[in-house]
């Protein structure tokens, strides 16, 4: 009897807020890689679909700068940059910086 009515308050509670709750997560989200081209006003280059972005300054997180890669979520319609994406930032500057010496030593020769 007492498993019975612990089993009915489980299920009750499952029902009342954990139901609600995953209605509310987002059926369509995808998440993107954005560059951050220009700050004033803030345009993100978005990678996987090529688009360019207009942005609220008041909405980028903190260490936003541009050259920076950022991760984005899209909801519906909607971009959010989530965070900065320091290891892409840096793993892109570093290949950048390969290939400018390799283009100074091919003039160089």
């Given amino acids: 009897m007492r498993h019975n009515i612990k089993l009915c308050a489980a299920i009750i509670w499952f029902t009342m807020f954990?139901?609600?709750l995953s209605a509310t997560i987002p059926k369509k989200s995808l998440f993107l890689s954005?560059?951050?081209d220009r700050l004033d006003p803030p345009i993100i280059l978005i990678e996987e679909t090529k688009e360019e972005l207009q942005y609220n300054p008041n909405a980028l997180p903190?260490?936003?700068?541009e050259g920076v890669w950022v991760d984005l979520m899209k909801i519906g319609k909607n971009y959010y940059?989530?965070?900065v994406n320091q290891?892409?930032?840096t793993?892109?500057?570093l290949r950048t910086e390969t290939l400018h010496q390799e283009m100074r030593n091919q003039l160089f020769r």
């Fill in 18 to 20: 954990v139901v609600p």
């Fill in 34 to 36: 954005g560059y951050i």
């Fill in 62 to 65: 903190p260490g936003s700068e």
């Fill in 81 to 83: 940059v989530v965070k």
């Fill in 87 to 89: 290891e892409k930032t």
């Fill in 91 to 93: 793993s892109a500057k």
